[in-house]
């Protein structure tokens, strides 16, 4: 129990396995529900087996480890994304039965307190008819190495409400915009940084005032499988790891959908041919970032920064083409040596030749961008 600015408040825990067992999952999204609405956070346990966590971590790992820490100015952390494109076992978790229940309830039947559905002179709360349509918005793994949030890797991203991240000022236009959920694909731990969060700070008025930034927070630990939920209006922020192991989250966050482009002009222009384009008019249809990180691709970049260059592909790790630091990243996919960079490029390129004589022309093509990603990212490539 926490008592803050806010009132008296309790990080409540669900577990959805018990629930699902025992037959009451309706009960069970009731009660997560209310703790939402009442607390800010709420932390759904055994939400799925450590099993699939595992299985995200193998298929990111490439990624995260040739990203490295604090790109585009984020501090402590690695981030990786494009998960439902790289990471077939993540889609466990951003279809995951529970949440979308929740997300239909929050964002698209808006059933916090004082939120309401206002569509076309009617009002309401989940009646038939009265829902607004909602999206992902994003998948990032977020990576807390050793050291990471300390003062020698701080976290640039200090307590914040993701809500923030649109230029409308929203506070006083009474939605929820998004859900945030931290996917515990690692243990979360005080010592390794489990996410701090600020109890009730979702019900300050007004909503993006300056009081729940200095309250006291608490530290969110869960298993591995586990997943913290909040709104776009609490306040949270990452935490130190003061251990020598990572801490691993992965956030899925959905977002309301109706402010989206009426033609979508990224697929009836989509990259190979937005490319060729003048930039003015790239950044009319869409290729740009807004504001902030609106709009980012992968790992944090600008559109320009990546599906726009020719040699991008998403599934190559390391081709954001952003050099590491040997010293806190690791090599990363990075040669030693220009004989090593010359061995493993006639590798891909034997590879590539097989990929061509067999017809697979998107593979030869991935081939041919990897050998690129790993040129740019080797001494003397
Ligand atoms: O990693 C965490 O625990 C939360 C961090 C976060 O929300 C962010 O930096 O965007």
Redesign the pocket.
């Known amino acids: 129990m926490v008592n803050n600015a806010f009132g008296e408040h309790s990080l409540l825990r669900f577990d959805y396995d018990k629930a699902r067992a025992g037959g009451d999952v309706a009960a069970f999204d009731r009660d997560v529900l209310a703790a939402l609405d009442s607390h800010g956070f709420v932390v759904i346990e055994n939400a799925l087996p450590g099993s699939v966590c595992d299985e995200v971590l193998t298929e990111m790992r490439p990624f995260l480890e040739s990203t490295p820490h604090g790109l585009h100015g984020?501090?402590g952390?690695r981030r990786a994304g494009a998960l439902v494109a790289r990471s077939p076992a993540s889609h466990q978790m951003i279809s995951h039965p529970a949440m979308l229940r929740l997300m239909k309830s929050v964002l698209g039947e808006q059933q916090l307190s004082g939120n309401a559905v206002r569509i076309a002179g009617r009002e309401g709360k989940g009646e038939a008819g009265y829902r607004y349509p909602w999206h992902l918005h994003l998948t990032?793994i977020?990576d807390?190495g050793p050291g990471g949030g300390s003062e020698s890797m701080p976290?640039q991203?200090k307590l914040?409400k993701?809500n923030g991240m649109w230029v409308h000022d929203f506070q006083t236009a009474g939605l929820d915009l998004q859900v945030?959920i931290?996917w515990a694909l690692t243990d979360?731990t005080k010592d390794n940084?489990?996410?701090?969060v600020v109890l009730g700070s979702h019900r300050e008025q007004p909503r993006d005032g300056p009081v729940g930034y200095g309250e006291p927070t608490i530290q969110?630990t869960m298993a591995q499988g586990s997943a913290?939920v909040w709104t776009g209006w609490s306040v949270?922020?990452?935490?130190v790891n003061r251990t020598d192991t990572r801490?691993v989250?992965m956030?899925i966050n959905y977002a309301l959908g109706f402010l989206v482009q009426e033609e979508n002009q990224f697929l009836a222009c989509p990259p190979h041919l937005a490319r060729k384009l003048p930039r003015q008019m790239q950044r009319i249809i869409g290729y740009q970032q807004p504001a902030g990180s609106l709009n980012y691709v992968a790992e944090c970049q600008a559109p320009e920064d990546s599906v726009l260059r020719e040699d991008f592909d998403v599934m190559v790790p390391g081709a954001h083409g952003h050099p590491m630091n040997p010293e806190i990243d690791g090599q990363g996919i990075a040669a030693q040596s220009a004989e090593e960079l010359a061995s493993l490029v006639k590798e891909l390129d034997a590879q590539k030749a097989k990929a061509i004589a067999a017809d697979d022309l998107e593979r030869a093509l991935q081939i041919k961008h990897a050998i690129s990603t790993l040129r740019r990212a080797s001494p003397g490539g």
């Open positions: 984020l501090g952390t990032q977020i807390v976290h991203l914040h993701a945030e931290m979360f940084g489990a996410t701090h969110a913290l949270h922020g990452a935490g801490r989250g956030n």
